[in-house]
């Protein structure tokens, strides 16, 4: 009988810090669902592009200490002209004014997203689970960020509908954690969670943005674009946690 192989994952890695460059050359390549392409250096503008067009990735972790306008034109480009490439972005600092732009960023094609604090992405096992994710087209919001969204804002009205172990399972969904680990991180029965996602499913069906055939995708999506609107309202009122666990 002719075996079958799982398909690698592409991933091209840009970091500015030297030690962390060393760090990926020595850890990513034992990730069984990963071939690595190349680390680099940040380089040159234009640079990103570039290497994107001739390497032709399934996912690119660009690790930066700050945003630049010219760095999130580059990667608006990017999710533009190859929208089918999933992007882990880890930051060092982010301002009010980066978060707008990262969540314009995250919803402008159909490849996955992933924003994470450099210093919450700190496990292997973390960081290839993030990568397959994105591969699969889920946004996922590292939960400081996601507080800082929701931060001074009105609850989100799709929200509202959900339990509150429901929200804490869409939480973990959204960062892209399997059903097994959602089970794992909540000290609750794997059963248990498919009730809980199926009455969430439920739920969020009568919201005409949901798409029944990606139902996991979908409601990360949702999620994010539901913070997206809220935050436009301009409004005060008291935060709403996006989660707690990592």
């Known amino acids: 009988m002719e075996q079958t192989h799982t398909k690698l994952i592409k991933l091209y890695v840009v970091e500015e810090q030297e030690l962390f460059r060393e760090v990926y050359k020595a850890i990513l390549p034992s990730m ?14 234009g640079a990103l592009s570039r290497t994107v067009s001739a390497l032709k990735p399934d996912v690119m972790l660009l690790s930066t200490k700050r945003l630049s306008p010219e ?18 972005l880890l930051l060092v600092f982010y301002s009010a004014q980066d978060i707008e732009l990262l969540r314009k960023l995250a919803l402008k ?14 496990q292997i096992d973390q960081l290839s689970r993030t990568i397959i994710a994105v591969n699969q087209g889920q946004v996922i919001l590292d ?82 674009k539901t913070m997206g609107n809220e935050m436009a309202h301009g409004q005060e009122s008291r935060p709403y946690l996006a989660g707690s666990r990592i």
């Open 143 to 224: 939960p400081p960020i996601a507080t800082f969204m929701f931060a001074g804002k009105p609850e989100c009205p799709f929200l509202k509908q959900l339990t509150a172990r429901e929200l804490e399972i869409l939480s973990l969904l959204a960062q892209g954690y399997t059903n097994q680990s959602i089970a794992s991180s909540l000290f609750i029965d794997i059963k248990t969670v498919e009730h809980h996602l199926n009455s969430m499913y439920s739920k969020l069906r009568a919201n005409p943005d949901f798409n029944d055939k990606h139902l996991r995708v979908s409601a990360a999506r949702l999620y994010l």
């Open 32 to 45: 069984a669902s990963v071939e690595l392409l190349d680390v680099t250096n940040s380089g040159q503008p």
């Open 71 to 88: 760095l999130v034109a580059e990667l608006e480009k990017i999710r533009t002209d190859y929208p089918k490439i999933g992007i882990v």
């Open 109 to 122: 094609s159909e490849g996955g997203m992933a924003l994470f604090l450099k210093q919450s992405l700190d």
